[in-house]
């Protein structure tokens, strides 16, 4: 099959979220199981390209296309900065989705697949089945797009629709029209052959109206043609025993000492006592409401005084950004920060944590705690989308489970959850066998290129 890859984020090109990581791990993945694939991204100031070519190649033998556009893509940020979103993105993520189009024409890649992520790239199923339609170049090219996160839509206001170079029937409910505004995510949702989202319990939410960012009417419509298949994890990027970012490399049979080494270092590196004998919960993602960082803020004080240290590492909204340095100052001892996007530091706070910290809101699949697993720093995580299908209850008198959930989205509940940890952390055999359990669990990238392969197969039969 030949399979091209379109997303606004690719490691180890550009990342913001687990997105990149995805659409970094897929392709190889596809082209181990025989598939010919093409991925096409933005190239970005920040994009880690040595060469002048605008083509290299991943995996064995993928071709990586970059589109290039000094104005839109020459940027410190992909989406924005500091100040907020760029306000361009409508025309900067629709000049990528109609120059995807003639970039597979002059590398003469016909596909049959077209893979779109996100709203950046939704516009692509809509401009196949119309601009494109009666192009004999993708007669055979079906559209499959995956959701990463419902919140994310690509919402514009209704004067810029004439700037997405379709045609004006298609601002209307049944397309990208959505309570007169442009909405490019729902267009994709309408338009594409095929969706799929990024855990089988997040494909259910997403129907429901809590979950369904208002579009769950327009997904339930579409329901037989949605599945969910959880994100693997890159073992060799993340690979505790061969991690350049580390001081003291370790795997399964010696994370029990060594992750102790990286602790000890790392409360260095942030200012906190140095103490082996005291629980370390990590924290690593975007600091934005859909984490938990509300609910955090309430457990920071407990764990705090429970003798505990929690370590940050995060950048988003600015008031997070507050409430972790809030927290820092009233726990000089017990909570660390480095509020930067920093590949080198995240990786050092899953290994030198003895717990990690998700108690996100939603959570469509969630890389977080996989890593966290691989690296041996036991998810504490709310009980929802990708969470619930990854991390399962500990149970230590049948030696099953792989972290501590809390189904109720309350402090005390989650406080419940760390009670728990803590309890397993003081029994030193507990803690040792969850650890060496945690580690060899495998999340693989094999079985869900896999699923991704039949969902392509569907499309195409
Ligand atoms: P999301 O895609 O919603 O951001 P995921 O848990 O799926 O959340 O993926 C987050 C990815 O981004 C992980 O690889 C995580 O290590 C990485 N990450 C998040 N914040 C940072 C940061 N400040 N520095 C380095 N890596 C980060």
């Known amino acids: 099959m030949k399979i091209v890859l379109c997303s606004s984020e690719v490691v180890p ?129 079906r559209s499959v797009l995956t959701i990463h996160n419902m919140a994310y839509q690509g919402i514009f206001p209704k004067f810029k629709y004439e700037r997405l170079g379709v045609h004006g029937r298609l601002f209307h409910p049944q397309a990208l029209e959505f309570y007169d505004q442009v909405n490019v995510l729902k267009g994709g949702i309408i338009f594409a052959h095929a969706l799929t989202t990024v855990s089988p319990q997040y494909a259910k939410e997403i129907q429901t109206r809590e979950f369904g960012c208002t579009l769950d009417g327009v997904l339930r419509n579409r329901a037989q043609d949605i599945s969910g298949i959880l994100n693997g994890l890159d073992y060799e990027t993340w690979n505790p025993k061969d991690d350049p970012f580390l001081n003291f490399p370790y795997d399964a ?16 590196t942030l200012g906190l006592p140095s103490r082996e004998d005291v629980p370390l919960f990590g924290f690593v993602g975007r600091l934005c409401a859909q984490k938990g960082l509300d609910l955090i803020r309430d457990v920071v004080d407990a764990i705090a005084a429970k003798g505990g240290q929690v370590i940050f590492t995060g950048v988003g909204d600015r008031k997070y950004h507050r409430m972790i340095e809030e927290a820092a100052g009233r726990h000089p001892h017990h909570v660390g920060k480095i509020l930067k996007f920093d590949e080198g530091i995240a990786h050092k706070i899953y290994a030198a944590s003895d717990f990690f910290l998700m108690p996100s809101t939603y959570e469509p699949c969630g890389l977080g705690q996989m890593i966290a697993l691989r690296y041996g720093s036991i998810p504490v995580v709310y009980k929802t989308g990708g969470l619930a299908d990854t991390i399962h ?56 290129a896999r699923e991704y392969v039949k969902v392509f197969e569907k499309c195409l039969s």
Request: proline share 5%; glycine share 6%.
């Open 13 to 141: 090109f550009a990342k913001t979220g687990g997105l990149a990581d995805v659409c970094g791990a897929l392709p190889p993945a596809l082209e181990k199981l025989g598939h010919e694939v093409v991925v096409i991204t933005p190239r970005y100031k920040t994009s880690n390209i040595q060469v002048p070519a605008p083509i290299v190649r991943i995996g064995e033998n993928i071709r990586v296309c970059f589109i290039e556009h000094h104005n839109y893509f020459g940027r410190e940020g992909l989406y924005g900065d500091p100040g907020g979103e760029y306000q361009d993105n409508l025309e900067r993520f629709t000049h990528f989705c109609h120059k995807s189009f003639e970039v597979l024409k002059e590398i003469k890649f016909s596909p049959d697949i077209i893979h779109c992520h996100d709203w950046h790239t939704a516009l692509i199923p809509v401009l196949l089945k119309t601009n494109y339609q009666h192009d004999p170049f993708f007669r055979g090219s």
């Open 393 to 448: 209850l500990y149970d230590p008198i049948h030696k099953t489970g792989n972290g501590f959930i809390f189904t109720e989205y309350t402090k005390a509940s989650f406080i419940k959850a760390v009670d728990e940890a803590l309890k397993v952390y003081h029994q030193k055999d507990q803690m040792k066998d969850l650890l060496d359990a945690a580690m060899r669990y495998r999340f693989s990238w094999e079985k869900s």
């Open 253 to 268: 049979a010696g994370a029990h000492e060594l992750k102790i080494n990286n602790k000890l270092v790392l409360q260095v």
